[in-house]
């Protein structure tokens, strides 16, 4: 586990990403949306879906794979209430939930959302640390919390032990909307990241 020191200097890192993406998700949408960070803990793969809570609450996860010199698994995850807000002031129509599924146009919005906030992230931390970082094209899982952790954790059980969590919100006309990133590194990244930001 990363100690205070270090996780205080990386939720720096991490409120720099969120700037960042805070201004491409704004140009892109042509409204201003603000990205906070409000903590950042590290935690065993197992207690994710505990931290997370309710596993039979609809959900949306955007989950991308990161290579590069830092490698591993990261996911963006709101509520079903939060994605539709997300879609709301992306300017698509109302109506994120399970049942109907999403259409290829909100699935569209939310992926570009997601690759935007999840780059911005990775990106960040890993110049920070003068390392190389390649976030791929975020997959769209609409589903219970639960099945979304579980393809996530599927993903990530024989290359990660450990997780990353950004605990963050988004905010627009006066409305916030929380949402969780989550990054699982392979050991070596993780060991990686830690050693870089110690030296910090």
């Given at each position: 586990?990363?100690?205070?020191?270090?996780?205080?200097?990386?939720?720096?890192?991490?409120?720099?990403?969120?700037?960042?993406?805070?201004?491409?998700?704004?140009?892109?949408?042509?409204?201003?949306?603000?990205?906070?960070?409000?903590?950042?803990?590290?935690?065993?793969?197992?207690?994710?879906?505990?931290?997370?809570?309710?596993?039979?609450?609809?959900?949306?996860?955007?989950?991308?794979?990161i290579c590069g010199d830092v490698t591993g698994n990261a996911a963006l995850i709101f509520d079903d209430a939060g994605a539709a807000q997300l879609i709301r002031w992306l300017g698509g129509r109302v109506g994120c939930t399970v049942e109907p599924v999403l259409d290829d146009m909100q699935r569209s919005m939310l992926e570009e959302t997601a690759n935007i906030t999840i780059s911005?992230?990775?990106?960040?931390?890993?110049?920070?640390?003068?390392?190389?970082?390649?976030?791929?094209?975020?997959?769209?899982?609409?589903?219970?919390?639960?099945?979304?952790?579980?393809?996530?954790?599927?993903?990530?059980?024989?290359?990660?032990?450990?997780?990353?969590?950004?605990?963050?919100?988004?905010?627009?006309?006066?409305?916030?909307?929380?949402?969780?990133?989550?990054?699982?590194?392979?050991?070596?990244?993780?060991?990686?990241?830690?050693?870089?930001?110690?030296?910090?």
């Amino acid at each position: 586990m990363l100690d205070v020191g270090i996780l205080s200097e990386l939720e720096i890192v991490a409120r720099g990403g969120a700037e960042q993406a805070s201004h491409a998700i704004s140009s892109f949408t042509g409204r201003e949306i603000t990205i906070t960070v409000s903590a950042v803990d590290t935690v065993p793969i197992e207690e994710i879906p505990e931290r997370l809570g309710d596993g039979s609450q609809p959900a949306v996860g955007l989950l991308s794979r990161i290579c590069g010199d830092v490698t591993g698994n990261a996911a963006l995850i709101f509520d079903d209430a939060g994605a539709a807000q997300l879609i709301r002031w992306l300017g698509g129509r109302v109506g994120c939930t399970v049942e109907p599924v999403l259409d290829d146009m909100q699935r569209s919005m939310l992926e570009e959302t997601a690759n935007i906030t999840i780059s911005s992230f990775m990106n960040n931390v890993a110049a920070h640390l003068s390392l190389r970082c390649v976030p791929n094209a975020p997959v769209c899982l609409s589903d219970m919390a639960g099945a979304i952790l579980s393809v996530l954790l599927l993903e990530s059980a024989e290359v990660a032990d450990k997780a990353l969590m950004f605990s963050t919100a988004f905010r627009s006309d006066d409305h916030n909307m929380e949402a969780f990133l989550v990054f699982l590194p392979s050991p070596n990244s993780f060991d990686r990241l830690q050693e870089g930001l110690q030296s910090e």
